[in-house]
């Protein structure tokens, strides 16, 4: 007992000095300059290939220690790190290298009747945690990301990637100092004890400004519970797609089978499939017979079990799940307004896809539904900050504060007033 | 002890029927269109000026309450209204309905190489909580914003203005009748019970998304403590004006006078001078002068008091204290380098100005800072959303998230992606 709380203690302090020394590295980082940055970026993706022996060598350890826990392969996979994986996170550093600095850029500008003539401009946003699971990339993507916005950043990966982890951050803060900036600025947490986590999502006495949590749903859920500081998440993405009867049937079909089975653990997969009645008849079986094809199982309503035999009922659980597997619910319904309800109803306001003809039901769609995603005519698989063009994401947030979507550099920045006058004085 | 079980379990049950409420009403309101919303507003303003018997009337139980109370002189014009007033809120309401419409516009906009094309557009944030003290005037103001912005809203007055403000309501509920959109878009609590304030920072079981507190320190303070749901506010005002050595003497006497008199209980009322060492000897005496004939208390560091006499000596707490009064705390400084790092230790991050003909001290100063708001050549009493041309503020936030400044209809919106394609897959 004693000891417990003497390790608490331990773990409150270090947590404490993580947090003002990224709140310390802040600083001169908001002010440093696109060409420091890069700089840092270029040397970061240099000390990954340059070292890469060293970081597979820490992998296998972690490897070797994941098969002997008995961790699943799919996160056996998540976990392991390859000369093609390590190549893949310097080129990723090298795109956030290539992007626009969003610090000091101009939002907005206007002049005011009495001359004082006003901007608005991005500023970093201070100090960003990052809590995540197994993928030990992540501790590349994201301090990069963070770094190319002027944050500090504070990583904290999960234990069964620990020593991967621990090998990819020394390149990255290599690359910090030989571009003079504070080694502080990338800093990760480096025990792996859950309290570290609570003291996170206490806020470190003020120096955490938002936190990212990367992982499973009970990880997500637990921070967006506890966290006494913002959070940039999605819980689930329980993604729909409504085929109108003004489809054209095989790009509805194409749509459907690439939202849902292009890769079914996203969270940007179609989990419910909603089809205009008015059109079931050409639309219903060749979409689900495609799908079907392609290995996916289909938990009709009563009805779409009536048009497809191989459909098993669905129950009610099944609006709401998000499967992540190859596995789909699908209903009938009266149009797009009917369609609207459904999603209002049972959405995770992450991405809803309509592929019509019709303008008026897009216009529809895309007005009445508040989900950070409206898609037409396109696979819901493109809800993902690289395709948007973003350079990257460190994740997808459907709460409407600050970020929404993907989270790349502009919504890591916060912005501030830049009033210019000539003396001018308030009446 | 069960009576007051009793009426808390009222209160929730109350407080949760009005947030479900409101989050019903928040759908129509966010697809209701521009005219609807205008009409409403000009609803609102007629009703409020043919309901001025009404609205004195109601006024007047609250002032002979609040002298029975021994409510202070200041406090008592806060909560006093008379037909100046009236028409001045019917004046704020129309010209909240000459705004643009943020709702649906297109913040940005691009294209993608395999022919995606991207729009960001604003979409309301949902369900406002509004949490204010004496100032009756805010029912209006901040009803009219929220509704502009396709928001309902959920407005807690306190005790002292209860009558005056239940009668404005009225007026509002009569403008969104008669414009078709439903009453329960603009909420008024009906208890001035504190539990009703603890259910709302609670977020009414997820149907409120922002708080907004209008009020005093210990008001705003525990909001920010206590809210479960993301705040907008500001604390406190420090906001600092730095006269440079370059800056022209006589706008520095007048942009002086003006930042810390003009009103000294507003928010962006300046509460300390820096000035540059290197022009004392020109700037000092008659900047001091100025201020002291303009009835303004100097307290100054050792040697702003060597060379003022009628200043008195300042403590460790002048350079942290919100004097919402005629006093102002003096310091000089090494140049604009050390006026940065005071403020950056001391300031609330509100609002900062800087005096300066060099170009040089006036980027470093407008880079280096972290305020919300940075002014050159101008008052610090500019630091308000109608002053910024936004048509009026529900308050002005000194937070890093989602809204920073001033905070009108655009901060009072979030925002969603609509993605159009042709048939487009993710490889």
Redesign the interface.
């Given at each position: 007992m004693m000891e417990n709380r003497q390790e608490g203690a331990d773990i409150a302090a270090l947590m404490n000095d993580i947090g003002k020394r990224a709140r310390a590295a802040a600083?001169p980082l908001?002010?440093a300059s696109s060409e420091q940055k890069n700089l840092a970026l270029a040397e970061m993706a240099a000390a990954l290939l340059r070292n890469e022996d060293k970081i597979l060598a820490a992998n296998a350890v972690d490897m070797a220690n994941g098969e002997r826990a008995g961790l699943s392969p799919a996160l056996l996979d998540r976990l392991k790190l390859d000369m093609g994986r390590i190549a893949g996170m310097a080129d990723g550093i090298r795109a956030i290298a290539a992007l626009k600095d969003p610090v000091?850029d101009v939002i907005a500008a206007?002049e005011?009747p009495n001359g004082?003539s006003?901007e608005r401009v991005r500023?970093p946003?201070?100090v960003i945690g990052v809590i995540y699971e197994s993928r030990p990339n992540v501790t590349a993507d994201a301090g990069a990301l963070c770094l190319k916005a002027g944050n500090a950043v504070i990583l904290r990966g999960g234990s069964d990637s620990a020593h991967s982890s621990a090998a990819i951050h020394a390149c990255m803060v290599e690359g910090l100092e030989k571009a003079g900036l504070p080694a502080d600025a990338i800093q990760r947490v480096p025990v792996t004890d859950r309290a570290a986590v609570g003291e996170m999502l206490k806020g470190l006495s003020g120096n955490l400004?938002?936190i990212v949590p990367r992982g499973g749903r009970s990880l997500v859920e637990r921070v967006q519970n506890e966290a006494r500081v913002?959070v940039f998440a999605h819980l689930e993405g329980i993604c729909h797609l409504y085929l109108d009867k003004s489809a054209?049937p095989d790009?509805a079909v194409?749509?459907a089978v690439?939202s849902k089975m292009?890769r079914t653990g996203i969270c940007g997969a179609a989990e419910t499939l909603l089809v205009d009645r008015a059109a079931a008849d050409v639309l219903l079986v060749p979409v689900l017979t495609a799908l079907e094809a392609a290995g996916c199982e289909i938990r009709g309503d009563a009805e779409v079990c009536a048009r497809f035999s191989a459909a098993r009922p669905a129950v009610d659980e099944d609006w709401s799940r998000e499967y992540l597997d190859a596995i789909i619910s699908v209903k009938l319904v009266d149009g797009v307004g009917e369609a609207i309800s459904h999603i209002?109803t049972w959405s995770s306001h992450h991405t809803e896809a309509i592929v019509a003809e019709d303008d008026a039901a897009v216009e529809r769609f895309?007005?009445?539904i508040?989900?950070?995603?409206?898609?037409?005519?396109?696979?819901t698989?493109?809800a993902d900050g690289g395709?948007?063009?973003m350079g990257g994401e460190i994740g997808i947030a459907t709460g409407?504060?600050?970020a929404?979507?993907p989270v790349g550099v502009e919504q890591l920045t916060?912005?501030?007033?830049?009033?210019?006058?000539?003396?001018?004085?308030?009446p």
């Open positions: 600083g908001s002010i000091g206007w005011r004082l006003i500023t946003l201070g400004d938002v913002p054209k790009m194409a749509i690439n292009r209002g895309f007005n009445e508040d989900s950070a995603i409206l898609l037409h005519n396109a696979s698989q493109f395709e948007f063009g409407k504060m600050h929404r979507g916060s912005f501030k007033y830049r009033v210019r006058g000539n003396g001018q004085l308030r």
